[in-house]
């Protein structure tokens, strides 16, 4: 097992498993899209209280539970990184950041663009809109630190440690609209939440995709870093000398 | 005349400008963020080879 693990973890196995994979997430991924698209905006009835309007959810909830768990898995690969010392581990926390930025920018957006007909505002200083926008914040505390460093690895140490101690603002951006009285709506997914079976399927399709989305990212974004990183290796050297631009 | 009654004629009517607004944001991004990936990697093996082949 630990054998295995290590052998993942060779950067040129790594390289290597990111090259074959990539097909096998951006096809699904325009898959999901396509079918979740049609699903959101044909199939999906209008809601009751918000008519049409309420279809920007199926762009924001996605957006934004994938704001969150980037940031997790960014923080628990940073983890992995400090503790086992896996390079890749550090690489995949790496280029998580600017993905999980923009992921958080496409929720603030989203969400402030359907705060106008509902809310009559762009931006409230409310809970949920707040600790979303700290969330971001984070993310661009951890790029700026990340690339301050000359040393990869010493970047990486720092940077995951800022990105653990961050991670407690996960749980205030989920409950916030419990903890506190908010102007933004309660849960979309669970008991309270969309009731419409249609809905739900919609917004279940979006989910995938934006998973996909986010891995075929990870996937395009590691093989750069890997190929910085191990600019001085023989199978890089190679590598780049077996490619045609 | 507002932008939002402009776009009214769009599926959705006193919605679409929103509607449609946030979509095109969202894809806009992950398009944006997608073509920079690919663009970064293309640059990395371009330096790359430009610096093994002077060595």
Redesign the interface.
């Known amino acids: 097992m630990w054998k295995w693990i290590q052998r993942q973890s060779s950067p040129k196995f790594f390289y290597q498993t990111c090259t074959n994979l990539t097909p096998w997430f951006f096809w699904p991924f325009i898959g999901f899209l396509v079918v979740g698209l049609y699903w959101s905006l044909v199939v999906s009835p209008a809601d009751y209280q918000q008519g049409d309007g309420y279809r920007i959810i199926f762009v924001h909830v996605p957006s934004a539970i994938l704001s969150m768990m980037v940031y997790a898995i960014m923080a628990i690969a940073g983890g992995i990184g400090l503790i086992w010392q896996i390079k890749m581990a550090e690489v995949v926390a790496k280029v998580s950041a600017p993905i999980g930025a923009t992921f958080t920018i496409i929720a603030l957006t989203s969400g402030a663009i359907w705060g106008k007909p509902m809310w009559g505002a762009w931006w409230v200083w409310d809970a949920r809109l707040t600790s979303e926008l700290i969330l971001l914040f984070l993310y661009l505390a951890y790029m700026s630190l990340n690339s301050a460093f000359d040393n990869p690895r010493t970047a990486a140490k720092s940077s995951s440690i800022l990105a653990i101690v961050g991670l407690v603002n996960l749980p205030i951006i989920h409950y916030s609209v419990k903890w506190w009285n908010t102007l933004h709506q309660g849960y979309s997914v669970g008991t309270g939440g969309l009731k419409d079976p249609d809905m739900q399927i919609a917004l279940a399709l979006m989910f995938v995709a934006s998973i996909f989305l986010y891995v075929l990212l990870v996937v395009i974004k590691a093989k750069t870093e890997v190929l910085i990183r191990e600019q001085n290796s023989r199978w890089v050297q190679d590598e780049v000398k077996g490619v045609t631009l | 005349m507002t932008i939002v009654e402009y776009f009214s004629f769009l ?6 400008f ?2 449609w ?3 095109g ?2 894809a806009i ?2 398009i944006t ?2 073509i920079s ?2 663009r ?3 640059k ?3 330096s ?2 430009n ?2 082949s002077r060595s």
Not at chain 2, 11 to 16: L, M, Q, W
């Open positions: 599926p959705y009517g006193k919605y679409a929103y509607v607004l946030a979509y944001v969202s991004t992950v963020l997608f990936a690919k970064d990697h293309k990395a093996l371009l790359l080879k610096k093994y």
